[in-house]
């Protein structure tokens, strides 16, 4: 039995990162070997154990076959004869696709150290066209690290489009990558990579459209300003998407089956991005309907997250969220409860509680034009 470290944990590591997990391969065993010593089989698709101190998973070597259309399609064999080098070959980018043994010896049987150096993402074999999902990871990487795409890759990549590979995802593997390079450093290079390669028009073709209405850059510029702030999924989300009409937005968050938080973000985010935007003109009247409209009373927390998204990359969105934050600052100091122990009906109250945040909002907005 030999064991390596492989895949991201030997990348991450090359390049200075702090390695979150390490993944293992195992060479020359059974499922029964691992077992016997103390592993814990948890995988579902082909062997993978964790082990019974660390819990890191140890997977035997396996190579995979395609079998159908899409990402599901593939049959797999593990085997105690299957090499190493099988293993590392169904791999996706070469950058991917090197080991360490545990003398620390490198194995990179396909240039993936000097791929590295160069910032070039290169697939391993023709095999990566057997899975789509390997479009979306290389876009992602291209998002995480900088790096650019292979000439060669970038046409395979197109190649599959073109073969209709990528119509085979589900919304929830689509949205499981989507979310991570929406997380990464530089997410707007995701989108440019899936739009060179005719992917975003298949898989998110409410965000392609609007390239054809030259509104892409100021999404992309918005997205990469709340990832600069290292704001959470949800805004992120959200600053994408506020360009759209929130019909589009309705569609998008349907066929990704984005969850309920990052969809509702982005609704209020594309019906009240420009009246936020424009929030230190507004007068009393137009504020309170802007925050009846964002249910700021209900749901206060949500009002930074959706200014953040609404105002990230505009010019002056500092001066505007601050002037917003003392507006609802003041109404929210408004004590409903006690004005609702003065009335005698609902209505009473609702109008009581409502000319009590007017009149705070007045006089918010005379103390700041002073």
């Not at 209020?268 to 309170?288: C, F, P, V």
């Not at 964002?294 to 749901?299: C, P, S």
Request: aromatic share 6%; net charge negative.
């Amino acid at each position: 039995m030999q064991i390596y470290v492989v895949g991201g944990a030997v990348r991450d590591e090359m390049l200075g990162l702090p390695v979150q997990d390490r993944d293992y391969v195992v060479v020359g065993a059974s499922p029964a070997e691992m077992i016997k010593n103390g592993f814990r089989p948890v995988g579902r698709d082909f062997p993978v154990f964790l082990h019974p101190q660390t819990h890191e998973e140890y997977a035997l070597a396996r190579t995979e076959r395609k079998t159908a259309p899409g990402y599901h399609g593939f049959t797999f064999h593990a085997a105690p004869d299957v090499t190493l080098e099988q293993d590392l070959q169904r791999r996706d980018l070469t950058i991917n696709a090197m080991a360490r043994d545990d003398a620390g010896r490198l194995i990179d049987p396909h240039h993936g150290a000097e791929d590295l150096s160069r910032g070039v993402l290169r697939h391993v074999s023709p095999a990566f066209a057997e899975d789509p999902v390997r479009i979306l990871r290389v876009a992602r990487f291209a998002a995480r690290f900088g790096f650019t795409v292979a000439p060669e890759t970038q046409a395979l990549m197109v190649q599959m489009v073109q073969a209709g590979e990528v119509d085979a995802l589900v919304a929830e593997r689509v949205w499981q990558e989507l979310a991570k390079g929406l997380m990464e450093r530089t997410p707007s290079t995701l989108f440019a990579v899936l739009r060179d390669c005719g992917a975003l028009a298949r898989v998110l073709p409410q965000l392609d459209a609007l390239y054809e209405e030259s509104r892409a850059e100021e999404a992309l510029t918005a997205l990469d300003a709340v990832a600069e702030h290292r704001d959470p999924l949800d805004v992120r989300f959200a600053a994408l998407l506020r360009v759209l009409e929130p019909e589009a937005v309705e569609a998008l968050c349907a066929k990704l089956r984005a969850p309920a938080a990052c969809r509702d973000l982005a609704l209020l985010a594309a019906r009240h991005a420009n009246a936020i935007a424009d929030a230190a003109s507004l007068d009393t009247d137009e504020l309170m309907s802007l925050l009846d409209g964002v249910d700021a009373w209900r749901r206060p927390e949500r009002v930074t997250a959706l200014m953040q998204a609404a105002l990230a990359g505009i010019a002056g969105g500092d001066h505007v969220q601050r002037f917003l934050r003392g507006a609802h600052e003041a109404v929210l100091a408004v004590n409903a409860g006690a004005i609702a122990r003065t009335c005698t009906t609902a209505d009473e109250i609702k109008s009581a509680v409502a000319e009590a945040r007017r009149a705070a909002l007045d006089d918010y907005l005379k103390n700041v034009s002073k």
